[in-house]
């Protein structure tokens, strides 16, 4: 989702790297592959959307 919000994968970021890497030891790497590209085709507005739905929901908790 963040390269839906910022326009590209912010490569220097070494937070959001990091975060990659987590995501794909947890999903897996076929399961990363597949929900980074599900994010990065959202619009802007689809993933601030499903980020302002998600912390709702964490919220609620």
């Not at 490569?11 to 929900?35: I, M, N, P, W």
């Amino acid at each position: 989702m963040s390269q839906a919000i910022r326009g590209t994968f912010d490569h220097g970021d070494t937070e959001l790297r990091r975060l990659a890497e987590v995501l794909a030891e947890l999903l897996g790497r076929t399961g990363y592959d597949s929900a980074y590209r599900r994010g990065a085709g959202m619009t802007p507005h689809e993933a601030t959307d499903r980020l302002t739905k998600l912390c709702a929901e964490a919220g609620s908790r």
